[in-house]
């Protein structure tokens, strides 16, 4: 259904914030994993739980940026934060049930200091039967005829929701929320028949009314069956993770999985067999294969294969039924070398063995990757760099590193004589400060690129000592809203040095902080019957601008802004709860002879002509309007002809925006580097991630103005005068 294309717009972005928060970290240094000396707990426990509790406290009364006091005002947040986590939506408590628990609002401080989970412990117990209790509703509903000639509006924003008052009121929202599910699913199964040619195989409305109160059903019950599966642990990192996140939103406890799962992401590989997994019922689906993988390379294992049997090799297999799909991924995930033996079941029900032999699997989609952008008769020869984040395997000798990989790229373009350079860090969540110092440095002579600041320490300066300049051409670096952490430090250095134009959504994302993982098995002495505890991700550094600025909240603004879809809705870090506030200290000298750029005014107002007259920008804006429209729509009618005319009408306002970034940029060439080819070539797996990465190129209406830019920038500044004969054929 075409409306809910504005809703997935959103949902990309939570997504993107949520990728921001929990993967996005500045490791400044990996020696010395605490400021503070191995110590015994403040606090006798006789427990994991409380244990992991003092480290996390200790942690953060020691090295924190900017620790709070332990009150009522942190027992108040904690309380409401917690709430919000395990039921949010409000499917699960009532105001009877909240009244039980909250005598304890006052109190958090108090069982936090003594180390205590007495909240927890009353809220624990009322969640599960609460969700079964929910889940009881839900299965007597969904076999209850609905009528949906009946019915008010329902309120599909949660925060504006308040806890219904008994058991009674929560059946009728229950009833609520499937008449909606059903009725929503009802409209697209339709809409989606109606747009099919062959009508030959067309259901009734009554078939597909009840297709669409099987895949309610279906979806719930799967749903209803991941949160059964979940064991008092989890709920523990949820709890203290809403404890940490009271300091900011970027401090967090990791449990030794996250941390495995973290390391693997920043460090972009892993040795496994290359298949992402998600829950299917009682067993563990094969959501997708990594291109060139070990499992993809078998041709065996196939996307929808349902795994029902893990055997290590030489061992007796071990059926999964129940299994939670993180401990599956442990029971898959193994050292190179070794091989797992998967029982699956094909799409033909056929059960089959696969053995695989374990690998290392390189997440090829985060390294840093160029290619060469011609418009044959406009511009002519600009390279480009796409860098999804800031990865660094930080623990590993010889392990990836994006400032090597990206002066690689800058290497391998400037063989090819290419008359600017495009450095691409939209939707980059950050990363590595040591290599995003590097990786700055490959455009100027020398000089500080960032201040970072302990919370009573002076300002280290972070200082590219590197004399020699990779690169010395026209240099646009693109950004969007979220581009984070790391990203906006090589931003606002560039931008502060007068040595590149920054081209982008309104700011940045306004990560300023920097964050350090500490392992609490080596915080505290003793204890080892209760470890590993997991890791502490805390915030213990802001980072500051060579000008003296704060990236932290405000983010860096780009010289020229492009609207996306986003423009009119607020995001970033100043969304979440707690973030640190913006400060500034002293600017430090810096300066650069590599490039002048005198001539930046004029860059932008004759980007800003070109917008003016760009149907696909207009439509840009027109987009943005309607998805902050869509988001600030939050009431919809439950009855059936009521809802079918609001999508309706959505619908037809949407038809506008369909081939909005479908349509390939006329005149956009894009050629890969002569360097690249034998390896492109060298597998199918890598022809076709070649493949689908320059045919999303071809539709990027950024590219097309970022390269009008540096075709101004190179006829308005004498530093570029050499490339002018060069820049159009």
Excluded at 161 to 180: G, H, S, T, Y
Excluded at 199 to 208: F, G, P, W, Y
Excluded at 500 to 521: E, H, M, N, W
Aim: proline share 3%; net charge neutral.
């Amino acid at each position: 259904m075409r409306v809910l294309k504005l809703s997935n717009q959103l949902m990309k972005s939570q997504k993107i914030r949520n990728m921001v928060l929990r993967s996005s970290v500045i490791i400044a240094a990996l020696l010395g994993l605490y400021f503070f000396k191995m110590t015994e707990p403040t606090v006798v426990v006789n427990d994991k739980e409380a244990l992991i509790l003092q480290g996390l406290m200790q942690t953060i009364e020691y090295v924190h940026f900017a620790p709070k006091k332990v009150d009522d005002a942190f027992s108040q947040t904690i309380y409401k934060t917690y709430l919000e986590r395990i039921d949010g939506q409000k499917r699960f408590f009532t105001q009877q049930d909240i009244d039980k628990i909250k005598p304890f609002e006052l109190k958090i401080d108090d069982q936090v200091n003594a180390r205590t989970f007495e909240f927890f412990n009353a809220s624990f117990p009322m969640l599960e039967a609460g969700i079964k209790k929910s889940e009881a509703f839900f299965n007597e509903i969904i076999d209850t005829p609905l009528n949906f000639n009946k019915g008010d509006m329902i309120e599909t924003d949660t925060e504006k929701r308040q806890f219904v008052k008994n058991d009674a009121e929560l059946k009728e929202q229950w009833k609520n929320i499937i008449q909606f599910e059903v009725m929503t699913k009802w409209v697209q199964l339709t809409d989606d028949q109606n747009e099919k040619e062959n009508k030959s195989e067309a259901k009734s409305d009554e078939e597909l009314k009840a297709d669409a109160i099987k895949d309610v059903k279906k979806r719930f019950s799967d749903w209803f069956g991941r949160l059964a599966k979940l064991r008092r642990s989890d709920r523990m990192e949820i709890y203290l993770g809403s404890i940490a996140n009271y300091f900011d939103p970027h401090t967090d406890y990791f449990s030794p999985k996250e941390k495995q799962d973290f390391d693997i992401n920043m460090g972009g590989k892993l040795e496994g067999i290359g298949a992402r997994l998600q829950p299917e019922g009682d067993y563990t689906k094969v959501f997708s294969i990594v291109v060139g993988g070990p499992a993809w390379k078998t041709k065996k294992l196939d996307e929808n294969d349902i795994i029902m049997k893990v055997a290590q090799k030489g061992q007796e297999p071990v059926d999964i039924a129940g299994m939670r799909v993180d401990d599956v991924v442990q029971m898959v995930r193994g050292k190179k070398g070794t091989t797992v033996i998967l029982t699956v079941k094909k799409k033909d029900n056929s059960i089959v063995d696969i053995a695989i032999e374990r690998d290392e699997v390189q997440l090829e989609d985060s390294k840093a990757k160029s290619v060469l952008l011609n418009m044959p008769g406009k511009v002519q020869n600009i390279g480009y760099i796409n860098l999804p984040k800031f990865y660094s395997s930080f623990e590993t000798d010889g392990g990836n590193s994006c400032a090597v990989d990206v002066a690689e790229e800058i290497k391998k373009l400037k063989n090819q004589n290419v008359n600017g350079i495009i450095l691409d860090l939209r939707n980059n969540s950050g990363g590595s400060l040591n290599d995003v110092v590097d990786m700055s440095g490959l455009f100027i002579e020398e000089g500080p690129i960032v201040q970072v600041k302990g919370r009573e320490e002076k300002p280290f300066i972070h200082v590219d000592k590197d004399k020699s300049v990779l690169y010395d051409g026209p240099l646009v670096i693109l950004v969007n809203q979220f581009s984070a952490s790391a990203s906006e430090i090589i931003v606002a250095a560039l931008q502060d040095y007068n040595r590149a134009i920054i081209v982008g959504s309104k700011s940045t994302f306004g990560k300023g902080t920097v964050q350090r993982f500490y392992d609490l098995d080596r915080g505290i002495r003793g204890y080892d019957e209760f470890k590993p505890l997991g890791n502490v991700k805390m915030t213990v550094q802001k980072f500051y601008r060579v000008n003296g600025g704060s990236n932290q909240l405000k983010g860096v603004i780009p010289d020229i802004i492009l609207p996306d879809t986003y423009h009119y809705i607020q995001t970033g870090e100043s969304e979440y709860d707690n973030p640190l506030p913006w400060t500034e200290i002293a600017a430090v000298p810096y300066s650069q002879n590599v490039v002048r750029l005198d001539h930046k005014e004029k860059l932008i107002s004759n980007s800003k002509n070109r917008l003016d007259q760009n149907k696909d920008f207009m439509l840009v804006l027109e987009s943005a309007a309607k998805i902050k429209e869509s988001r600030d729509q939050t009431k919809w009618p439950l009855k059936l002809n009521d809802y079918r005319a609001m999508v309706n009408k959505k619908e037809q306002e949407s038809k506008k925006f369909e081939k909005l970034f479908k349509n390939e940029i006329v005149g956009l060439e894009i050629k890969n580097l002569t360097a690249d080819l034998p390896k492109i070539e060298m597998d199918e797996s890598n022809k076709a991630r070649n493949d689908e990465f320059i045919k999303e190129l071809k539709k990027d209406i950024y590219l097309e103005e970022t390269m009008y830019i540096i075709r101004d920038m190179i006829n308005l500044e004498k530093s570029f005068v050499s490339l002018q004969s060069k820049i159009v054929e």
